[in-house]
């Protein structure tokens, strides 16, 4: 059972398959509610993945079972912060599952209400009997208001969910991406870089330094200094390919990762980057001149049996070699 897909698969392939799903969905929910844990999308997802292999894989649904198993997958990865936006959404979250799954058990004894009032209207035709027959209507009238009524009360749900989901998308993209650059984060970053090496793929990556920037923040002040790291963004994003990552690592560091890539391939990127940097520049508003910049790039090959500190480490030196030469240039560990 690919526990994965069912997740994010909104398409499900027949009857046993959403059944299926809804069952973990329950057990989630009941565990996550039981538990206290905070229902946003990232635990959500983790909770769902565990309960769905324990019972692919027949484990015992305790509580210990299920914490092995949580530590097992997902002990490691980084959380987004315990805010209180976060807390009330998983209240929230929380009060609509709890007032869906009534509505849908109310539901559930309206249709069998239903076939029961069906099987005795045949009855009251075959006997001719019209006062069982008008009583029978009017019971089947007000099942329908009663359902008519769920049905608005789950479609505003559906609406109040949609809206909850976007609001967690929003936390979500705020705790991956560097919110002046638009870059993924030093946070991505260690995610990223962890999955290749649990992967064992190979990589290379670029660690790029804005020069001289102290000197355009004391020059022209910090509101400038953020324009020049939005350009820095702008570039990283739209001058490498599709697989390639772009980072913010911190202060005017940036990392740029390439996923199969070799020395070669890092060098062609750094050289490609550091060009546009170089003929880019920043409009200045006042007088209509630019401001125009560098920056300088060391880059570094994993090599095999390599941890990433050290590749790091190792395209870290090349980038320092590359300001003590001159800077605006690369530099191939």
Not at 87 to 92: A, G, Q
Not at 131 to 146: D, F, N, P, W
Not at 270 to 284: Q, W
């Amino acid at each position: 059972m690919d526990c994965k897909k069912l997740l994010h698969n909104r398409e499900l392939a027949g009857k046993g398959q959403q059944e299926f799903v809804a069952d973990v969905a329950k057990k989630t929910l009941g565990y996550m509610t039981k538990h206290r844990i905070d229902l946003t999308p990232t635990n959500y997802e983790e909770w769902f993945y565990v309960i769905c292999k324990a019972i692919s894989e027949q484990h015992r649904l305790s509580d210990s079972n299920l914490q092995v198993l949580h530590d097992k997958y997902f002990k490691e990865l980084p959380k987004i912060e315990d805010v209180e936006e976060i807390k009330e959404l998983s209240l929230n979250l929380k009060r609509l599952a709890k007032g869906s799954e009534q509505a849908l058990d109310k539901f559930e004894d309206n249709i069998n209400d239903h076939a029961q009032y069906i099987d005795e209207s045949i009855d009251a035709i075959e006997r001719r009997d019209a006062q069982k027959m008008a009583s029978l209507k009017e019971k089947i009238a007000a099942l329908e208001a009663e359902n008519s009524k769920l049905k608005e009360f789950l479609e505003a749900n559906r609406e109040q969910l949609e809206l909850i989901e976007e609001k967690f998308n929003e936390q979500k993209k705020e705790a991956e991406y560097d919110a002046l650059t638009g870059l993924l984060n030093r946070r991505s970053f260690d995610r990223d870089i962890e999955k290749l090496e649990k992967s064992g793929a190979a990589y290379s990556l670029i660690i790029a330094d804005i020069d001289n920037f102290k000197k355009i923040n004391d020059t022209y002040g910090h509101l400038v200094g953020d324009e020049i790291l939005k350009i820095m963004g702008e570039v990283l994003q739209s001058y490498v390919r599709k697989n390639t990552k772009s980072y913010r690592y911190g202060g005017e560091e940036f990392v740029v990762l390439l996923p199969g890539g070799d020395k070669k391939a890092a060098h062609i990127v750094a050289e490609r980057l550091r060009d546009v940097i170089e003929n880019k520049g920043y409009k200045v508003e006042k007088n209509g001149g630019y401001i125009y910049f560098t920056a300088s790039f060391g880059a570094a090959q994993k090599e095999e049996g390599e941890s990433a500190k050290s590749v790091i480490e190792r395209a870290d030196k090349a980038l320092y070699m590359a300001k003590k030469e001159g800077k605006n240039r690369v530099v191939i560990a």
